[in-house]
């Protein structure tokens, strides 16, 4: 059976805010090259701070985070992957955002 962490370094993970540098573009890239050859093109980015903005009020900075609401990644497979027949679609419905794989 594979360990957890041997899945992870294999498929990625299917939320970017797991990612330990979350902040890196390369992380972020890699992640999806990782999801892409597994045939899973959707990932997700829940609302987390990402950063100070650089506002300034009355001469002392404003130190307010930015915060990011829910975004869908997508890459297209220029293939047919079977994830859009009736019973793949019925396994979301009725159900909460985060107890299912992302996915339009």
Known sequence: MESGLTARDRVGVQDFVLLE?????????????????????????????VGETNGVA???????????GPVLVSVNPYRDLQIYSRQHMERYRGVSFYEVPPHL
């Open 58 to 68: 009355g001469g002392r900075h404003l130190g307010q985070r930015t915060y990011i």
């Open 21 to 49: 540098n979350f902040t890196s573009e390369a992380a972020f890239i890699e992640n999806l090259r990782r999801r892409f050859r597994e045939n899973l093109i959707y990932v997700r980015l829940l609302g987390r701070p």
